[in-house]
């Protein structure tokens, strides 16, 4: 497996405080040691790890995610110097390439500046809730007022000036889908992408969305898959949809895919998936640096090594699963508890075994049986997996986080 991309945190603090934030509000405390903008020293010392790294890996292509915090805060001249270093670093390698894109939360762009980040190169993806009512509850600004007018502002100028949008929704099941069904079509989008909740079996007892979950996916997928006239390609499930035809791997919440994507801190810390930071303070910090380590040390560390393997290295209960090549034990976040690491089927175990259900039975009645697919029941899988949970064997190295 090949380290493919990374998140940088160029910025490490935000301009929001939005509620369900894995930086800031889900208990881990790190990026309070860490310093508000990665610097221009560590900035080339990554573009020569990356370019060091596709050579040894005789990769060609390689991603770059711009986020943070908000990468916003950080001015334009930053990535004018940053796209300006790229060209340097790799002049004598033309057929190595970077593709650079931002993950923002909107509320910082302007015509001005989404026009210079498209003349850099930089592709721009808006965070945006899927209504309007969930963005005044969730996305907010450290005073409570709702940030949703200027993340609305901002994805209608990448709109106008990129004549393409895309935004990322974490899923809030307080909201129909009806209603947020309707709001994505609104927005015009071509490109959005669905985040499970960062809930693990700790946190889940505040707010227990389980049940709804699977409905809420059901119905969503059902709104869209259904729908005649121009619709945004929702990641989420067209990669289900792959999946269950064979024709894809999925990516992190399902499918037999490897985690290919590290992070980069702002201080040049290497570390793995940051929503990982959800489930305990301090769990995904390394002592691996850009200054003194290649990126795929990352392999090395037990959390960074579990998230690369996560949809194989499954405990008892997801490798017994009729589900497992499909599912793979989920996203890797919902499956933390204190008590047992990663060793849990996903704390929405019940609602994937409906979707997944759904979107084959779906299929099967599109499709008939010409590609041998077969319809699922899925009471008859849950009570088959609840029954696995009374001959669990308990696999150590997943325990131990
Ligand atoms: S047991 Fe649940 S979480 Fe695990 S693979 Fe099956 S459906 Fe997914």
Request: net charge negative.
């Amino acid at each position: 497996m090949i380290i493919k991309s990374i998140v940088l945190k160029t910025a490490s603090r935000c301009n929001l405080n939005c509620s369900y934030c894995y930086i800031y509000n889900k208990g881990d405390l790190s990026y309070q040691k860490q310093p508000k903008f990665l610097s221009k020293k560590l900035a080339t010392k990554l573009l020569e790890r990356v370019l060091s790294h596709m050579i040894s890996n005789d990769l060609n292509t390689f991603v770059i995610v711009f986020h943070g915090g908000e990468p916003m805060l950080y001015g334009l001249q930053y990535y004018e110097f940053f796209i300006n270093e790229y060209k340097r670093i790799f002049a004598h390698n033309p057929e190595k390439r970077i593709e650079f894109s931002m993950q923002t939360n909107g509320t910082l762009l302007t015509e001005e500046n989404v026009t210079i980040l498209t003349d850099l190169g930089i592709k721009i993806g808006v965070s945006m809730d899927s209504t309007k009512e969930s963005n005044d509850n969730n996305r907010v600004y450290h005073n409570h007022r709702s940030s949703y007018d200027e993340i609305l502002s901002g994805l209608k100028i990448v709109s106008r000036i990129t004549g393409s949008s895309g935004i990322l929704s974490v899923i809030d099941v307080a909201y129909s889908p009806e209603k947020s069904y309707d709001h994505i079509k609104q927005t015009q989008v071509q490109f959005m992408d669905l985040l499970l909740p960062d809930e693990t079996y700790d946190s889940i007892k505040e707010y227990d969305i389980r049940g709804k979950l699977g409905e809420w996916l059901c119905e969503m997928f059902d709104l869209w898959f259904h729908d005649k006239e121009t619709k945004p390609n929702i990641r989420f499930f067209h990669a289900m949809i792959q999946v269950i035809l064979g024709m894809g791997v999925g990516f992190d919440p399902f499918g037999k895919n490897y985690g290919d994507t590290i992070v980069v801190e702002s201080n040049g810390d290497i570390q793995t998936n940051d929503g990982l930071r959800s489930c305990k303070n301090g769990i995904t910090i390394t002592n691996l640096n850009i200054l003194f380590n290649e990126l795929a040390e990352i392999k090395d560390n037990p959390l960074g090594n579990l998230y690369i393997n996560n949809h194989f290295s499954l405990p008892y209960i997801c490798s017994k699963c009729p589900l497992e090549s499909v599912c793979s034990g989920g996203y890797l976040v919902n499956r933390y508890s204190s008590k047992n690491g990663f060793d849990n089927e996903s704390v929405f175990c019940k609602d994937m075994i409906k979707f997944i259900s759904h979107v084959q039975n779906t299929l099967v009645k599109l499709l008939n049986d010409d590609l041998g697919l077969e319809p699922m029941d899925s009471k008859e899988i849950i009570e088959y997996v609840d029954k696995l949970k009374n001959e669990r064997i308990p696999k150590p190295e997943l325990m131990s986080f």
